[in-house]
């Protein structure tokens, strides 16, 4: 029997439910950790597992149709455009970046990156990066004309335009080659410390629509504030603030708004928080589209975003975890609908890439262009409740802090009078302390460590000019540890040990002495187990007992007594209770920064 489709209900065989029932559901298995009772009011069901982003966003159990934003996905901002033949989504522009000084190796690597699957080059030029002098060398046979060159040069941001201006006058590429020259002074001023003057960029913007139609000569970067520490939020509102302060100047300098527009590009940071990351995207489009409304801009200006992947959360321990970290923060570019993407090669942390590292950072966007396809769905993310909530949270967010800086007078002031830095600081105060205690668990640093990993070696690459907003790795605190356990164990011949003293039956004590073996190698320390009374043979001078409850209850106080006389100068427990001879606990939660901080001091580690 064929059924008609407008009469074919998929769900009928199933009972029907509501959102109350889900609650009384939610409700009986939160009462059985404690969390909630049977007078826990349904109505508080979801805040309980309710938390908030570091935009004070929530970030809900559960959404519905209850839920939706108004709107269609897909529609005006658009997340990704259309061809010019109508057939099919324009896909991502693959956008590698180059800081090797050496011009002929920057050479050899960008003609390898733009013959397999890179579209674009984004060249650090001055401190940092290549020297201008040499970057006609660098592009000696790059069409121009074909592959975009995104500049980066910081305080030599004029002396690189002026050179690329002159290179494609030399090969007739002035009215065709595309890119932007980077200028960006408020956030060189935010990396550096050091005033530049807006002028500048508005008199190259000038130069580039009257002589070069297809270039750009402004990146609003801002993932100096994400380099520091900031949330979404920080960095978006940071963001829309120096571009408003460029368009501002543009139009001073004689530009129209839409020749305003259309010489800035963002550049905005994404990373393994994939949803979030997909929402400051679509919220980045969204606050744009707000600003050109409100300057009268043409109804089809559209921001134009540079998604870089996070250099925050790079690590240089377990480096080819980034791989991971890395896919998932360009899925969420491509998802979140980024034109030009930019995945940081796995050993970024370490030094310079090798031909290795680039080809897997290219790859990564090659499989999700060409093989997941993803950049064929014009809003992947659209339509879902939870997507399209926290874009609007996010957007509404960022646009207050927005606000806020407007009202302090401007980026440029609010840089200066320490606002920016103040904020910034304590979001990432915030998350330190979240990573800090696990709850933001990094793989390979914070949570299962490789005490015997051989790291991969590198050139050194030069240092990036600083002085301005603090540059945070997530992982810094506990890589921080893992060196000086590393140092001292080169200097004695022997690692720094704890000794897990495990009570009862293998059964009993797996799963917690495998919990406190994970917490003490995070900061470089080994562990070897055994009964108390083997701990004088062990070399250690610290415990940690590892059982059962019921077991602790029996056993503990004559345990820590044993390792006491034994000569440990600490007694740790992994788990709940107060014992005498215990000093203190460790569980999941807790502070391991500040335990293995103590740890590494009762054992003779300095700093």
């Known amino acids: 029997m064929t059924v008609p489709p407008d009469e074919l209900d998929l769900a009928a065989a199933f009972p029907p439910v509501d959102r109350d029932r889900w609650r009384e559901l939610v409700r009986g298995v939160l009462r059985k950790s404690g969390a909630a009772t049977d007078d826990t009011p349904l109505a508080d069901v979801e805040g309980l597992l309710t938390r908030d982003s570091y935009d004070g966003v929530p970030l809900a159990p559960l959404y519905t149709a209850d839920d939706a934003v108004p709107g269609r996905p897909g529609l005006a901002p658009a997340p990704r455009p259309v061809r010019p033949d109508g057939e099919g989504l324009a896909g991502w522009d693959v956008r590698q970046h180059h800081a090797d000084p050496d011009p002929a190796a920057t050479r050899e ?39 975009p060159v995104v500049l980066d ?33 408020l956030g060189r001023t935010a990396r550096t410390g050091a005033a530049a003057p807006v002028a500048e960029a508005a008199d190259l913007a000038v130069r580039c629509v009257r002589g070069f139609p297809a270039l750009r000569a402004i990146t609003v970067d801002a993932t100096v504030y994400h380099d520091a520490g900031g949330s979404d939020a920080d960095e978006l509102g940071a963001a829309l603030a120096a571009a408003v302060a460029y368009l501002r100047a543009l139009t001073d300098a004689g530009l129209t708004v839409d020749e305003a527009f259309g010489q800035i590009d963002l550049r905005l940071a994404v990373n393994a928080d994939q949803f979030l990351s997909i929402a400051k995207l679509r919220a980045a489009r969204r606050l744009w589209a707000r600003v050109a409304e409100v300057c009268g801009a043409a109804e089809d200006t559209a921001a134009r975003v540079h998604a870089v992947t996070s250099g925050a959360m790079m690590t240089r321990r377990d480096p080819w975890v980034n791989m991971l970290r890395t896919t998932v923060a360009a899925f969420a570019a491509g998802a979140g609908g980024a034109d030009a993407v930019t995945v940081r090669p796995f050993d970024a942390r370490i030094g310079l890439p090798d031909a290795f590292s680039r080809r897997i950072a290219r790859n990564t966007q090659t499989l999700l262009l060409e093989e997941a396809s993803l950049a064929r769905v014009m809003d992947p993310a659209g339509g879902s409740w939870y997507v399209e909530a926290i874009t609007d949270g996010l957007a509404h967010a960022a646009w207050d802090w927005f606000t806020e800086i ?6 440029g002031a609010a840089l200066a009078s320490g606002l920016v830095a103040g904020r910034v600081a304590a979001t990432w105060e915030r998350r330190r302390a979240d ?15 490789n ?122 427990l992994a788990g709940k209770g107060t014992f005498p001879g215990v000093d203190d606990r460790i569980f999941a939660g807790c502070d391991a920064v500040a335990v293995l901080t103590t740890t590494l001091g009762d054992l003779g580690v300095n700093r």
Do not use: M
């Open 153 to 185: 040069a910081g305080a030599e941001t004029a002396l690189a335009a002026e050179a690329f201006f002159e290179l494609l006058a030399a090969r007739g590429a002035a009215a065709s080659a595309a890119g932007n020259l980077g200028a960006d002074p």
């Open 451 to 572: 005490l015997a990993e051989k790291l991969p070696e590198r050139p050194v690459a030069p240092a990036a000019p600083g002085g301005g907003l603090p540059v945070v790795r997530y992982a810094q605190d506990f890589e921080d540890l893992r060196d000086r356990a590393d140092a001292h164990a080169a200097a004695t011949g022997a690692r720094p040990r704890v000794y897990l003293a495990v009570l009862g039956p293998v059964a009993v004590h797996t799963a917690r002495a495998s919990f406190a073996a994970n917490l003490f190698q995070a900061g470089g320390i080994e562990t070897v187990s055994g009964p108390p009374e083997e701990f004088a043979a062990s070399g250690a001078t610290v415990a940690c007992l590892c059982s059962s409850d019921r077991l602790y209850a029996e056993q503990a106080e004559d345990a820590a007594r044993v390792l006491r006389d034994a000569g440990a100068r600490r007694v740790w």
């Open 406 to 411: 407007e009202r302090a007078g401007g980026l």
């Open 435 to 449: 990573i800090a205690h696990r709850r933001a668990p990094l793989t390979g640093v914070s949570e299962f460590p």
């Open 109 to 147: 690597a960008i003609l390898a990156d733009l013959e397999n699957g890179a579209t674009s080059v984004w060249l650090a030029l001055g401190a940092g990066g290549l020297p201008v002098a040499s970057l006609a060398d660098a592009l000696r046979g790059v069409y121009l004309d074909l592959a």
